[in-house]
């Protein structure tokens, strides 16, 4: 009898045990919900340099020293935009293609080259040959093109540009290694040029490539980039660098115009200044 008394009791006052805990619940996914309308992208609020560690860090700011320290630091822009593509196997064992053509790379390179006051080298200009040999004098260097991940050892990860001869048209991470650069910024606008193996002193692949041939400040994608709000986010970025030498407040400021018009990260987020923002 006592049992089922506490039975119906617990039953009748089980709705005034339960309304509390469900407008608490109520309450809490409202204001979760509302909250949204407070978050941000880290972009619109922050300016943002990446340094892998703090080793690489220590390089790029000696880089930058070395750089300011030379006379001969005045080359001429290198900007390549859609090179006629070689032919590559995706992945080991795949059979080999002609890589796709990028024509809003090309027009990033048209468009970019006279805020640099040089001329754009585009198609099957775009040897690999020819740009290995520019390379070293140039003081800002800009690739338009295909990148090629390998995140196995990093070192074969690489840029497609136009072969010739008995090169295969692909530049690699191992091959800017051993090359002695002066450029104090170089754009890599292609797909993944940020990836490569993951260390416990970073990522080793394009970008530690090139601040270790001698360059302070790389700008690389994160992912796979869309050609067309990628070529509006290059463009704005040098217009923005005329005004302001400051790379990652160009950078930031690209993103947020390139965001105006294409609203999803994806078109707009894959870019990241490793290095010296100066």
Known sequence: MTLCVLCLLFFALLPLLIEPIR????????????????WYYL?????????????VLDLTRQQLQKLAQKQSHSGRALVLGNPTMPIVSAYLGAPKQQL??????EAEAIAIAPLLNTQAITGAQGTKAAIVQKMPQASIIHLATHGLLDDVNGLGSAIALAPSGSDDGLLTAEEIFDMKLQANLVVLSACNTGEGRITGDGVIGLSRALISAGVPSVIVSLWAVPDAPTSELMQSFYQNLQNNPDKAQALRQAMLTTMKTHPQPRNWAAFTLIGEAE
Do not use: D, R, V
């Not at 972009?43 to 080793?55: F, G, N, V, Y």
């Not at 796709?100 to 790379?105: E, I, M, N, R």
């Open 23 to 38: 407008n608490s619940l109520l309450y809490f996914l409202h204001k979760s919900i509302t909250s949204l309308k407070k």
């Open 43 to 55: 972009i619109e609020k922050h300016t943002i340099l990446t340094a892998p560690s703090i080793q």
């Open 100 to 105: 796709s053509p990028l024509p809003g790379a």
